[in-house]
Every structure is written in C-alpha cells, then in structure tokens.
C-alpha cells in the first residue's frame, strides 16, 4: 500500500522559503499532489505532478511562488515554496491524486486516500 511521509516544515518569516518532501514507500510514486490545511479551514489543493512529470498545475494562492517536482530515483516529491506569506501557514501533505481523461493531474486527492501526519509550515514575523 502507497504511504507517505512529508518533512521540510518550520517556521519562517515573510518572504522566506522551504522545500517540503514527500517520500513514498508501498509503490511507486504515480501522479501526487500537495494538499495544506489551516487552522479552522478546510483541506485545500496546493499543486500536483504526473508520474511523468510533465505537467503540473497549481492552485491560484501559489502560481507564481511554489514549485512541484519529483525524484524518481528517490521516490521521492519535492514542493519548492518561495516569498511565503502569513496565509501559507497550514499543515502540509501529500498524496496520489485524481487524473483526467487526457492524463493531466487533478489537485483533488483519490477517494480511498489516507492521510498521514503532515508538515507544519509557519510564516510569521
């Protein structure tokens, strides 16, 4: 079974960066996508890869500032975060995701997901 763990969360002030990591063990790494939930809020979309790595798409809040990639060798997904804001602060995760019929990554995780512990990411001055 597909299982994640991210690492890479902390605390930095604005306009700061991280790099967030998501490894995989079970199988392979497949189509993922990063996924962060703030105190009080709902679980949002951040980003998403194909298996390929050949497209990737980002929610409006991150184009711009956030960078999704993988590591085949490693097994291993990356989101590359810069200019981070105080709105960024959230638990961060990772997991598989949907795909549309033409291949592309959905930023909507699949329904038999299980979510793991996730990384804490603060922006504060």
């Known amino acids: 079974q597909l299982q994640f763990v991210e690492s890479g969360g902390g605390s930095v002030q604005p306009g700061g960066s991280l790099r967030l990591s998501c490894a995989a063990s079970?199988?392979?790494?497949?189509?993922i996508g990063w996924f962060r939930q703030a105190p009080g809020k709902e679980r949002e979309g951040v980003s998403c890869i194909t298996g390929s790595g050949g497209i990737t798409k980002y929610a409006d809040s991150v184009k711009g500032r956030f960078t999704i990639s993988r590591d085949e060798a490693k097994n291993t997904a990356y989101l590359q975060m810069s200019n981070l804001k105080p709105e960024d602060t959230a638990v961060y995760y990772c997991?598989?995701?949907?795909?549309?019929?033409?291949?592309?990554?959905?930023?909507?995780?699949?329904?038999?997901?299980?979510w793991g512990q996730g990384t804490q990411v603060t922006v504060s001055s």
């Open positions: 079970g199988a392979t790494l497949g189509t």
């Open positions: 997991a598989a995701t949907l795909r549309n019929v033409l291949g592309s990554c959905l930023i909507t995780p699949r329904l038999d997901t299980t």
